[in-house]
C-alpha cells in the first residue's frame, strides 16, 4: 500500500513553460486536493475533487488547472509557469470531507 | 470565511512539555485536527477531536478543546528531539471544508 505519492519530486522550470504533476493515490479515496506550501503562509488548497471527473476551486486556483479522469489520479496542469508559482505543493486524499492523507511533495522552482 | 491562527514558533527544552495553541473562528467546527510535517515531508496526522469532546489523551499527546473561547491545544509531555517539526492545526468548517493553520515550528533545545 504506497498511500499517496507524487511525480516528480523536484522540478526547474522556466517562466512560460508548462508542466504537469501527478498524484496517485490506491486507497480507494474520493476526495483529492491540491495543496501549495509557502513559507510564513501555511497550507493553501489550490483544486480539489470530491470524486472522480469532478472538479472544484480553492482558494488560490489562479494559474492552475485540474483533472480527475481517473478516481487514484489527481493531475495539476500549469500552463505557463511564474516565478510566483515557485513552491512545494502537497497532494492529499480523503475517504470523505475528514482525514487527509498527504503526499511527500513536489518542489517547484520557476526562474 | 474560516480563520484558523496558531503561533509561527516555539522553543522547549528537550524532557519539557510543549503546548501549542491554535483558535478559530468557526463555532459550528465539527473536527479538529492536528497534524506534524517532518522536514522534506508531506503533513502526517497525529490527533483529532470532536467538537463535543473536551480533552483527548493518547500516549504522550494531549488535546484540549474549549469550545466557547475556540481554542484548541496540543500538549506533547516529555518532549524528545524526534518532536522537532511543524505542527498544523487544522479546523473542519460548515462546508465540510478544512482550514489549516500557517503551523507552529517547534525547536527542541538540548
Known amino acids: 500500500n504506497a498511500g499517496v505519492t507524487q511525480t516528480p519530486k523536484f522540478r526547474v522550470l522556466k517562466t512560460g513553460q508548462s508542466m504537469t504533476l501527478l498524484c496517485a493515490q490506491d486507497?480507494?479515496?474520493?476526495?483529492m486536493y491540491w495543496y501549495r506550501q509557502d513559507p510564513g503562509m501555511g497550507l493553501r488548497l489550490i483544486h480539489y475533487?470530491?470524486?472522480?471527473?469532478?472538479?472544484a476551486k480553492g482558494e488560490v486556483p489562479d494559474g492552475y488547472n485540474v483533472s480527475r479522469l481517473k478516481k487514484q489520479n489527481f493531475l495539476l496542469g500549469l500552463e505557463s509557469a511564474a516565478p510566483s508559482q515557485t513552491s512545494v505543493y502537497f497532494c492529499?486524499?480523503?475517504?470523505?470531507?475528514?482525514?487527509?492523507?498527504f503526499g511527500p511533495g513536489t518542489r517547484l522552482t520557476v526562474l | 470565511g474560516e480563520d484558523v491562527e496558531q503561533s509561527l514558533f516555539l522553543s522547549v527544552r528537550e524532557g519539557d512539555s510543549s503546548v501549542i495553541n491554535c483558535t478559530y473562528t468557526?463555532?459550528?467546527?465539527?473536527?479538529l485536527y492536528w497534524y506534524k510535517q517532518e522536514p522534506g515531508a508531506g503533513l502526517q496526522l497525529l490527533t483529532y477531536?470532536?467538537?463535543?469532546?473536551d480533552m483527548k489523551q493518547d500516549q504522550r499527546l494531549t488535546v484540549l478543546l474549549n469550545k466557547k473561547d475556540k481554542h484548541l491545544s496540543l500538549r506533547i509531555a516529555d518532549t524528545q528531539t524526534g518532536d522537532s517539526a511543524i505542527y498544523f492545526c487544522?479546523?473542519?468548517?460548515?462546508?465540510?471544508?478544512?482550514?489549516f493553520g500557517k503551523g507552529t515550528r517547534l525547536h527542541i533545545l538540548p
Open positions: 492529499a486524499s480523503s475517504y470523505s470531507a475528514g482525514e487527509q492523507f
Open positions: 486507497m480507494n479515496h474520493e476526495y
Open positions: 475533487s470530491v470524486g472522480e471527473g469532478t472538479t
Open positions: 468557526d463555532s459550528s467546527s465539527t473536527y
Open positions: 477531536i470532536f467538537s463535543n469532546m
Open positions: 487544522a479546523v473542519m468548517n460548515r462546508d465540510d471544508k478544512i482550514i
